[in-house]
């Protein structure tokens, strides 16, 4: 991300020149106050928002440049975690990860297989018959992450993960967050939560008022 | 296209599962698609018959050219031929004076007695022209009878033309008639639909928001609502065509048969007309929800 400014509507600069180089397979850390430029900043990655000055790349390519039918494509090789889940209410777990499958054309019985592993890796294989509403905010919060990964996306992002969980269970986010890095997953995390990124102790970059102040 | 092909079943089993979910709504456009579609096949029957019972009067079409007493064999020949070289004759029937004379005869009857005294030739010979079905229009009949008219041994012309000028103006009003009533109940059916749809994708929104998260084209989004909209209309039509068919055998023919004494023919409601309201129906739905999905996708990007 290079030289990057990004105005709303009202006219105000939610970012200001922001440099941003994320290598390969590392983590990173987001953090800064609310309305900071955090969410922001994550939605120029997977192509939400578009940038009003300044270049985004992704693995090489120029994002804000993309034409609109190359978006969908863009976007199979990023993983998205929210802080309200966006769990499909009337979906099983199952049926949650499985869905994002279907969307990219992968035969079912593929599918079924490549759920079923990321169902193991989130500690969540028996419950994927489960309604989301019958699980803790934890455990959905996992299944977002199954579904985020099931692409097996090279990047992984997530905008304030762990804002809706207590520590121990924001902990056990963070440590999926972990082991996904360690399979070569790059992982770019926005939050304000001080102890989480202590918990994991990687690098951090700092936003205030739409600015990088550290990092 | 492959892909598309390969992920139609999912897109038909969504279309299905929206219409369940909203069961009410589905129940209430489709029924409202049905009633429109019925309006609109009801009048294309009414059309279908009009338009043939008009073809059969037409079919009595005939142009009548009376000679003057002393129109000679050459004249009434030169006559002929001018007439034959009009692709629009199919035929022409020569009637002497006499022939004329008991024809006329056999149209008073009893009272034929009235002619007795009056001699042979007190009616012109005449030639009968009939037309080719497909040319008995107001345009060829006046070229022909221009042509003919002030030919040598020429008397006058008789024909229907005034007649066929009024059946081609009640052909034309009611055709006019059965488009304009259709396409308007053909866009309310297409608003209806479309409304459905829009009520569709609402109650849809947050799983449109993860599919685009997750990398859906808007191709994948737009199908199953497509699908739904084509199915409602796809089902209107169907309906829309069984309670034509009930209503034709079960009340109007029989009705028919009671008060015309069987006279009257009613041309039947046939596959075309099947054809017609569900291939109507589908399309109508296809556009509705095409337009709808193409608008909210259009508005999710701003």
Redesign the interface.
């Known amino acids: 991300m290079a030289g990057v400014w990004k105005r709303y509507d009202d006219g105000r600069f939610v970012l200001q020149n922001v440099d941003l180089h994320v290598k390969r397979g590392e983590f990173v850390f987001i953090t800064g106050p609310s309305g900071a430029g955090k969410t922001t900043l994550l939605s120029l990655l997977y192509g939400a928002e578009v940038s009003d000055r300044g270049q985004v790349f992704i693995a090489g390519h120029n994002i804000t440049r993309l034409r609109r039918k190359e978006l969908p494509h863009l976007r199979r090789g990023i993983g998205v975690v929210f802080q309200d889940f966006k769990l499909l209410p009337k979906r099983t777990v199952f049926d949650n990860i499985a869905f994002c499958q279907r969307v990219i054309g992968v035969p079912a019985r593929e599918a079924r297989r490549r759920v079923y592993a990321v169902l193991k890796l989130v500690k969540l294989a028996e419950k994927r018959d489960l309604l989301p509403r019958f699980l803790s905010g934890g455990e959905q919060q996992r299944v977002a992450i199954a579904r985020a990964l099931v692409n097996r996306p090279p990047l992984l992002i997530a905008d304030e993960p762990t804002g809706n969980l207590d520590p121990k269970m924001a902990w056990e986010v963070m440590d999926v967050f972990a082991s996904v890095n360690r399979l070569a997953t790059t992982v770019v995390v926005a939050t304000h939560d001080r102890s989480v990124i202590e918990y994991i102790g990687s690098r951090t970059l700092s936003l205030e008022n739409g600015q990088v102040v550290r990092g | 296209m492959s ?1 598309w092909f ?2 139609f079943p ?1 897109f038909f089993k969504e279309a299905i599962l929206h219409m369940r979910e909203s069961r009410g709504v589905t129940v209430l456009t489709v029924l409202t698609t049905t009633i429109g579609l019925m309006f609109i096949g009801a009048l294309w029957i009414v059309h279908v018959n009009v338009a043939h019972l008009i073809k059969n009067w037409r079919e009595r079409f005939q142009i009548e050219v009376y000679f003057t007493d002393n129109a000679t064999p050459f004249q009434k020949d030169a006559v002929r031929e001018v007439i034959f070289r009009t692709r629009a004759v199919e035929r022409i029937a020569e009637r002497s004076a006499t022939q004329a004379l008991e024809s006329f005869r056999r149209q008073l009857g009893p009272d034929a007695d009235v002619l007795n005294g009056l001699g042979q030739s007190i009616l012109p010979s005449s030639y009968l022209v009939v037309l080719h079905s497909g040319w008995r229009t107001v345009a060829n009949v006046e070229l022909l009878m221009n042509k003919v008219r002030m030919m040598p041994g020429v008397e006058r012309l008789r024909n229907d033309l005034a007649w066929l000028r009024r059946l081609a103006s009640v052909i034309r009003l009611l055709r006019l008639t059965v488009w304009t009533v259709s396409i308007l109940l053909g866009l309310g059916v297409l608003f209806i639909i479309a409304n459905t749809i829009r009520m569709t994708l609402y109650a849809r929104r ?2 449109i ?10 191709g ?1 989004i737009r199908t199953p609502f497509i699908t739904e909209g084509m199915l409602c209309g796809f089902f209107g039509g169907i309906f829309a065509y069984l309670t034509l068919l009930l209503v034709h055998h079960v009340f109007f023919l029989p009705m028919l048969a009671i008060y015309t004494n069987g006279s009257f023919l009613v041309q039947p409601v046939g596959w075309f007309l099947g054809l017609l309201l569900v291939g109507t129906g589908a399309w109508l739905g296809l556009a509705g929800s095409a337009m709808t999905v193409s608008h909210y996708l259009h508005k999710q ?1 701003e």
């Open positions: 892909r390969q992920s999912y947050d799983d928001a993860v599919m685009h998260i997750v990398g859906a084209t808007d994948f990007r």
